[in-house]
């Protein structure tokens, strides 16, 4: 038997939480343990309530959600995190994917997307919703130093690290990955770990900004 996803709520807004409450811990295979109504909260509840995915707010009164990410994700082991909120602008989208989060979505997106940002982020998964994704890579503002930064880090990896990093920046999930360049999916994790360990990031994510960042025009 599956067990159920451990989700912990963060969000000012009582109503909110209370509403993503309802619809989310109803919902096959998730299951509401916390809920916290600022980022300053988090560890606490984290250690309590061991949560498999925050589901994080980004405005919040003392501690922010991209400053709590940021904490969360440097302690060992930490849960995903999804970003869900009403500010998208794409300065939030990337300080919230380089603090660590796994997923990014508006608070108008459909009940389905964010179940299914939920369950594709448990599964190891990053999922960004539609508008903020085209958005993204219709940002062509990176610097030259930044490319150049970005082109000696992914240099450190082996041509077949490489791979895995150049189709984790496409956005294929490890099953797509492992299809594409004949190995086990266990084989795409085992890669993507060293990935992660070479150059210092915390999840799949900032591999694929750190990749399009090495070649901003793809």
Request: charged share 25%; no cysteine; glycine share 6%.
């Amino acid at each position: 038997m599956t067990l159920p996803i451990r989700l912990m709520l963060v969000d000012d807004d009582p109503l909110v939480r209370a509403g993503l409450a309802m619809m989310l811990d109803g919902t096959d295979g998730i299951g509401v343990v916390a809920q916290v109504g600022d980022g300053a909260d988090v560890p606490a509840a984290v250690d309590q309530h061991h949560p498999d995915i925050v589901l994080m707010d980004l405005r919040m009164p003392r501690v922010d959600g991209i400053r709590a990410t940021a904490r969360l994700r440097a302690r060992p082991e930490p849960p995903e995190v999804v970003v869900l909120t009403t500010f998208d602008s794409d300065d939030n989208v990337l300080r919230a994917l380089r603090a660590g989060a796994s997923g990014f979505l508006v608070k108008d997106a459909p009940p389905a997307q964010i179940v299914e940002a939920i369950r594709r982020v448990a599964a190891g998964d990053p999922m960004l919703s539609p508008q903020v994704m085209r958005r993204l890579m219709d940002r062509a503002v990176t610097t030259s130093a930044a490319v150049q930064d970005a082109r000696a880090a992914l240099d450190r990896l082996s041509p077949r690290e490489r791979e895995v990093a150049t189709d984790v920046g496409r956005g294929h999930s490890n099953t797509e990955i492992a299809a594409a360049l004949f190995m086990s999916t266990a084989t795409v994790k085992a890669h993507i770990s060293r990935i992660l360990a070479k150059l210092d990031l915390t999840n799949r994510t900032q591999v694929a900004l750190l990749v399009h960042e090495a070649d901003p025009s793809d």
